[in-house]
Nanobody
Framework: QVQLVESGGGLVQAGGSLRLSCAAS????????MGWYRQAPGKERELVAR????????AYADSVKGRFTISRDNAKNTVSLQMNSLKPEDTAIYYC???????????WGRGTQVTVSS
């Protein structure tokens, strides 16, 4: 099992910034992907940004490219998401995710609310 603990989030005005962090513990040797998803009210959960943990490649949703930056600390098994130039449409619950290759194991954090006011 892998446990994911998120921190950060909150309320910010449009154009502002927030930083999310996620710490993984447990059987982290099995992690191949680690990153962030979000789910807005009435919408499906979507990928925001994700690391391929071994190769270091990164995937971003088109809607956040140039505004959000994902980073990692291998030694601490943490990933962070720096969110700049936030927009009201970024309002959602943000979930940390860790998954094994092939998604045989897929873990989620509890989620943290991000609200961007206009």
């Amino acid at each position: 099992q892998v446990q994911l603990v998120e921190s950060g989030g909150g309320l910010v005005q449009a154009g502002g910034s927030l930083r999310l962090s996620c710490a993984a513990s447990g059987r982290t040797f099995n992690i191949y992907y680690m990153g962030w998803y979000r789910q807005a009210p009435g919408k499906e959960r979507e990928l925001v940004a994700r690391f391929n943990w071994s190769g270091g490649s990164i995937a971003y949703a088109d809607s956040v490219k140039g505004r959000f930056t994902i980073s990692r600390d291998n030694a601490k098994n943490t990933v962070s998401l720096q969110m700049n130039s936030l927009k009201p449409e970024d309002t959602a619950i943000y979930y940390c995710n860790a998954a094994s290759l092939g998604l045989a194991a897929n873990y989620w954090g509890r989620g943290t609310q991000v609200t961007v006011s206009s």
